[in-house]
């Protein structure tokens, strides 16, 4: 990938399969997860190193930019895929990381812990989105599935990585999806 393809990222859309009042691009949606895996990093694992915040960051921005090319294909293509082959060997994947060296590379530079942890992002961001600009019954089913997915991995992580504070996690989501804006209060700001 180059350049112009990075720039690409913010024309590309996702979610084109399901009805959306809007569509996000590649770029938002990688931002949105970056953001949202940093928040996560703080809670869940405060005393992360910044080598190790860094390879999360850089994974994090890459982690869709195939779809750049590829376009966004729907989730239940990519298991489908990765059921009917060995773990790694799905076309899906090897697609994706021929064309983006710098996706396969922070991949497989990341360890399982910050794995879970970006994999935790991307749910995060798909919950809220889906719940924001989703239409109809199956926005609701993805909401679901999604949150039941969150949840499990929650679980899973707390077992294999109990050092680190994953009820947070589930916090955090509750913050992402109820909470409330920052208002600046413009009169006490020019007082």
Request: proline share 6%; net charge negative; aromatic share 10%.
């Amino acid at each position: 990938m180059n350049i112009y393809d990075i720039a690409r990222s913010a024309d590309v859309t996702r979610w084109h399969s399901v009805p959306c009042h809007r569509y996000p691009s590649i770029a938002e949606h990688s931002f949105l997860v970056t953001m949202y895996a940093c928040a996560l990093t703080d809670a869940v694992y405060p005393d992360i190193l910044p080598e190790e915040k860094l390879a999360l960051v850089q994974f994090c921005l890459w982690h869709d930019m195939p779809e750049t090319l590829t376009g966004d294909l729907a989730t239940p293509l990519k298991r489908r895929l990765e059921a009917s082959f060995p773990k790694g060997d799905s076309p899906i994947e090897k697609i994706e990381e021929s064309l983006c060296p710098e996706y396969k590379r922070y991949k497989h530079q990341l360890p399982d812990r910050l794995k879970r942890i970006a994999k935790l992002a991307d749910i995060m961001e798909a919950m809220k989105f889906i719940r924001s600009e989703g239409k109809g019954g199956v926005s609701q089913h993805i909401f679901q599935e999604r949150q039941k997915t969150f949840s499990q991995l929650v679980k899973d992580s707390m077992t294999q990585y109990p050092e680190l504070q994953w009820s947070a996690a589930e916090a955090l989501l509750d913050e992402l999806l109820n909470g409330t804006p920052t208002m600046i209060d413009f009169v006490d700001a020019f007082q």
